[in-house]
């Protein structure tokens, strides 16, 4: 992105900051995100092109030589094995640009946090009906 560019309000605005062979991949990321989580919701938070689904699924953003995908810890952990050739950390995965994109594996992670925000969104509405059922009865 320009660093003289203001902060980015949409996916659109965002990708339209970068090189065309860039933003070419960051569309395929898009449509690759669209299609595994296609009730998610597209948003930007921390300046970085953000899917939100019962809660943010993931975040990606481009650098010089990588794309960054932020699945949080849990994404990463679950594909710890597939993940063993990136460099990765807490809650980050580098995709160098000079190597092929791993879309395959991005729809599966985002599958996942799909699965994993539905599990606690109805763990919390499960907790949250028995708490009222409890004051209920008081």
Do not use: C, W
Not at 98 to 127: G, H, Q, Y
């Amino acid at each position: 992105m320009n660093k003289q560019q203001s902060v980015p309000t949409t996916i659109d605005e965002y990708i339209v900051g970068f090189p065309d062979d860039v933003q070419k991949i960051l569309e395929k990321i898009r449509t690759t995100i669209k299609q595994a989580a296609p009730e998610a919701e597209e948003t930007i938070k921390y300046a970085m092109p953000t899917f939100v689904l019962d809660g943010n699924l993931v975040y990606f953003a481009a650098f010089q030589h990588h794309i960054g995908f932020y699945p949080v810890p849990t994404g990463i952990k679950a594909f710890q094995k597939e993940l063993s050739a990136y460099k990765t950390g807490k809650g980050s995965i580098q995709f160098p640009l000079d190597r092929e994109i791993p879309f395959d594996l991005i729809t599966k992670i985002v599958k996942f946090r799909v699965m994993e925000n539905a599990e606690r969104r109805a763990t919390k509405a499960a907790t949250k009906a028995a708490a009222k059922k409890k004051s209920v009865k008081s």
